[in-house]
Every structure is written in C-alpha cells, then in structure tokens.
C-alpha cells in the first residue's frame, strides 16, 4: 500500500531536549516537505526537499533541522524544542512528474513541549 | 507574492443545503489548484484538482482566472461531509511546493 509513515503520532517533551519524528514514504517520490498545523493558521511549510541531499527551507523553518540521506526518509529535528514549537505535524511526499502532483501526507504527529 | 486565501475559518450549514467554500489566489503564472480535505483523527488526503475537472463525493470547483478563485461546491450537504478543507496551489516549475489556504472548517448540522 502506497503511503507516508510517521513516526511517533503522539509525543510529549520538555525544552531542549533533542527530538526526531521520523518520516518514511514507499511510492520512490522525490519531494518531501514538513508542515505544521496551527489553529487559524493552516498548514505552513517548515522544509522541503526536492531530491537525496537536496533540501530547502519553507516559510517557518527557525528551530528545525532536516535531513534527506534516502529518496524514502526525510527526518525531522528539533535539536532545543521550545513551548511554541508545541503543533500537529505533517510530513507530505509528492511526484515531480508533470500531472502527477498529489501530495500523500503522513498520519500526523501531536507534539507538545513543556 | 503567491497565496490562497480562505475568507472563512468555519462554515454551518444544515443537511441538504447547498454548500460553497470560498478560495483565492494570488499567483503569477498558471498554478494548479486542489482542494484538500482532513476528516477527524485522519491524515490530509486530495479531494480533487482543478486539471482533473471532476466531481468527487458530489464536490466541483471550477477554476476562475479572471476572478483568481477556486470555489469548492456541493449542491446538497451531507453529514459526512464535516471536515476540514484545504485549498493549495503549486506553481508550475513543478517543484512539489505546495502553498494552502488556511483551512475552513465545514459544520453539516442534521
């Protein structure tokens, strides 16, 4: 089945402490991005990456880390969490080939920081 | 500077009353338009694509240029319809860049 795996759905920290919620998609996408989701804000974009070692800041990418060493995984870190970095994540996957532009989005992962 | 705009964070409608989520666009060039739809505790999942010009569970949305608008409707709501809508854009140098609107939420009262 063709999908985007996160990993934790839920997760609970405190500040600066290092977290990583993984991301891994089985349909040989090149893009990959991260969103977070806030109430009365939508979806903003953290970072995104284009291909294996290519990858680019969003519009809200202060705080975070990526990293894209497999076309499958694309990583998300928080090397110092802070309180406002509290959010429901989404990790998304996409095909470059033209008409072929859906995005497949991860399950979610509610991430607060005390 | 390219952006969607959703001018309502939450619309209610009773069953069987037409429904029209609003969305607009800001976009120098030809982008592809979608609507995304997040039912409760489930993942973000594509409703439809303006390219596809299809209808989907009873939803449409025709592409306005002129207007820059790609409005979401149904004429009759159902309860299951309840969710959140995304309306996104992505440009057409296809680097997967995906830019949404902020969200409305759809109420279908019985």
């Known amino acids: 089945e063709a999908q985007v795996t996160q990993n934790p759905r839920y997760l609970i920290t405190v500040t600066g402490k290092k977290l990583t919620v993984t991301c891994s998609q089985n349909m040989n996408h090149e893009y990959m991005s991260w969103y977070r989701q806030d109430p009365g804000l939508g979806l903003r974009q953290i970072y995104y990456?284009?291909?294996?070692?290519?990858?680019d800041k969003g519009d809200v990418p202060e705080g975070y880390k990526v990293s894209r060493k497999e076309k499958r995984n694309f990583p998300l870190i928080l090397e110092s969490p802070s309180p406002n970095q509290t959010s429901l994540y989404f990790c998304a996957s996409s095909s470059r080939a033209t008409g072929n532009t859906e995005a497949f989005f991860g399950q979610g992962t509610r991430l607060t920081v005390v | 500077a390219q952006r969607v705009t959703q001018p309502e964070k939450l619309l209610s409608v009773f069953k069987g009353a037409p429904v029209e989520l609003k969305c607009n666009y800001s976009y120098s060039g030809s982008p592809e338009l979608f609507w995304y739809v997040q039912y409760s505790r489930q993942r973000l999942q594509l409703l439809l694509r303006?390219?596809s010009r299809e209808s989907i569970k009873g939803f449409t949305a025709d592409l306005n240029k002129g207007e820059t608008s790609f409005h979401l409707k149904k004429p009759f709501a159902q309860e299951e319809d309840s969710a959140m809508y995304y309306c996104a854009l992505t440009g057409h140098s296809n680097t997967g860049k995906l830019i949404f609107g902020q969200g409305t939420t759809l109420q279908v009262k019985p």
């Open positions: 303006h390219i």
């Open positions: 990456s284009m291909n294996v070692e290519v990858t």
